[in-house]
């Protein structure tokens, strides 16, 4: 793919990049690992300061990094905007917990024969994060916050189409005061993650994106024995049950199904619905879809802008032509409107059989797929059916279902009467094929830090007492 920022809302390319040459590449690896050098030995509360100043530089750029998000990916303005927010929100929230979550941990240091024991979390080095396009400023800060407050220096290979935000992100950190080059972007195709990855100055790799890309790194990185973080696609289910709410589970099932233009990992995609309720959502869900405001991203209006990409459309479009052939039902939307850009409407399809690609598949566009469930036994077996397990969503006020679906639902993130979101306060990520590994809270910065032994005797016997009591076996 190109590197090159292509208007969604009309198609136009603005701008194309040329890819770095191997030069440029080796030159930048060499600057970030003797970035490395110094950098691990600077101290937590320096790099909160840091981190600190990143965010003020943030939240002084909203309205320049918001217009530029939307111009690259199409999201519309006012969620751009909440999104370069939300990061100076994150990198706070590192500055401030970062230095706590960076102390050593005390052992029983008696129950080892130690004069002192405990758990030093240290820095590994430089991870190359490989990110998407969708949340371009948010996916890559919840690699780069808690990585720049562990030590690590990092590694951006963006997604093709959105170049421009992924220098900019570099220069958020230049101009926050971190030392040179920890943070670099680097402007290269999908290929050269491989030569990136396989470098021996390169530590650990975190890619958010498909399950196919995710495949293709965990598999280098096993080759070379480097841990990584996969935080891939979601169809994470929308279960109604009948003492739900229903007005308000569907202001919020289209909020989740239709946010970022229908393309976030964590929308709801499946809506299973009890036969008691179905009919009554399936009517206010379907009037609120319809209601929307579909148009130009940058109009403060609009709530749904176009998809990021021409390929992207096609995909929804090849979804629902599919479910249709096969005998589901269109109940709103379902066509693409004439003139230029990549705009879809909201859909809500029903009838959905598991012959459907819609079953098993992930619908990246904002297009719900709703189900008729006969109660919470049906709801689970069917969201979990599906390969991935990234978020799940329940509706009701019954006590022993929200409990059952606590339990056994296949999901990373179980979130009751609210839709799945991510805060920095909470771990993020899922299961199956929706990977492995967290991102955020102090789960997901230990994810790339040697959580090493430190083990201290007296001079004397304790140790060989702690042996003799049999210990030392390995
Ligand atoms: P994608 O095609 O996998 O691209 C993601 C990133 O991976 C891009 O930087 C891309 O580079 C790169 N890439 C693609 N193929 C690669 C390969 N074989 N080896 C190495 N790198 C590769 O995904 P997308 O279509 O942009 O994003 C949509 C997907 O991401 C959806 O499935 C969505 O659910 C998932 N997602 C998951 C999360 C989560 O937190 N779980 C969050 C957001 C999105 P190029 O752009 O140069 O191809």
Not at 37 to 44: D, E, F, H, M
Not at 295 to 305: C, F, K, L, S
Not at 349 to 377: K, N, Q, R, W
Not at 449 to 457: D, H, L, Q
Request: proline share 6%.
């Amino acid at each position: 793919m190109a590197i090159a920022t292509i208007n969604p809302a009309t198609g136009e390319t603005l701008t194309t990049f040329e890819p770095l040459s191997e030069a440029a590449l080796e030159e930048r690896i060499a600057r970030s690992a003797a970035a490395w050098a110094g950098y691990r030995l600077t101290t937590p509360e320096q790099r909160a300061g840091w981190l600190r100043a990143a965010a003020d530089v943030l939240d002084g750029d909203l309205d320049r990094v918001g217009e530029l998000m939307t111009l690259e990916m199409g999201k519309t303005l006012a969620s751009a905007k909440a999104e370069a927010a939300k990061c100076a929100k994150a990198l706070r929230y590192y500055a401030e917990h970062g230095p706590a979550m960076l102390r050593p941990q005390p052992a029983d240091a008696g129950a080892v024969g130690a004069r002192e024991a405990y758990v030093v979390h240290q820095p590994i080095g430089v991870i190359l994060a490989v990110m998407p396009w969708n949340f371009p400023l948010w996916q890559a800060m919840r690699f780069a916050a808690p990585a720049l407050m562990a030590g690590n220096v990092g590694l951006l290979k963006h997604a093709s189409n959105v170049p421009q935000t992924a220098l900019y992100l570099e220069e958020v950190f230049v101009r926050a005061g971190f030392p040179a080059d920890v943070f670099q972007t680097l402007l290269i195709g999908s290929k050269e993650v491989e030569r990136v990855l396989r470098d021996d100055r390169v530590a650990a790799a975190t890619l958010t994106g498909s399950a196919p890309a995710g495949q293709s790194v965990a598999s280098i990185a096993g080759d070379v024995l480097k841990p990584t973080v996969l935080e891939l696609g979601g169809s994470d289910p929308f279960i109604v049950m009948p003492s739900a709410h229903l007005e308000t589970a569907a202001d919020v099932a289209v909020t989740s199904r239709c946010q970022n233009n229908g393309q976030s990992c964590i929308s709801a995609k499946r809506f299973l619905v009890h036969a008691d309720v179905a009919e009554e959502f399936t009517r206010i869900f379907a009037e609120k879809l319809a209601a929307l405001t579909v148009g130009d991203p940058m109009a403060e209006d609009t709530q749904i802008g176009p998809l990021a990409t021409e390929a992207g459309r096609e995909d929804v479009e090849r979804y629902v032509q599919d479910a249709v052939d096969k005998g589901a039902t269109v109940v709103v939307g379902g066509q693409r409107p004439d003139g230029p850009g990549w705009y879809y409407p909201p859909t809500l399809v029903t009838g959905i059989t598991p012959e459907m690609e819609m079953h098993t598949g992930e619908v990246f566009g904002p297009v719900a797929a709703l189900y008729t469930v006969s109660g919470i036994d049906e709801a689970i077996e069917i969201a979990n059916s599906h390969p991935y397990g990234l978020g799940a969503n329940l509706w009701s006020e019954d006590e022993a279902e929200r409990e059952r679906f606590i339990r056994d639902v296949a999901s990373g993130m179980a979130f009751v009467n609210g839709m799945v979101a991510s805060f920095p306060e909470l771990p993020f990520g899922g299961v199956k094929q929706s990977g492995y590994g967290r991102e955020l809270t102090d789960v997901g910065m230990y994810e790339f830090m040697n959580a090493k032994t430190v083990w201290i005797g007296a001079p004397g016997s304790e140790q060989r007492a702690a042996h003799s009591a049999g210990s030392h076996a390995e």
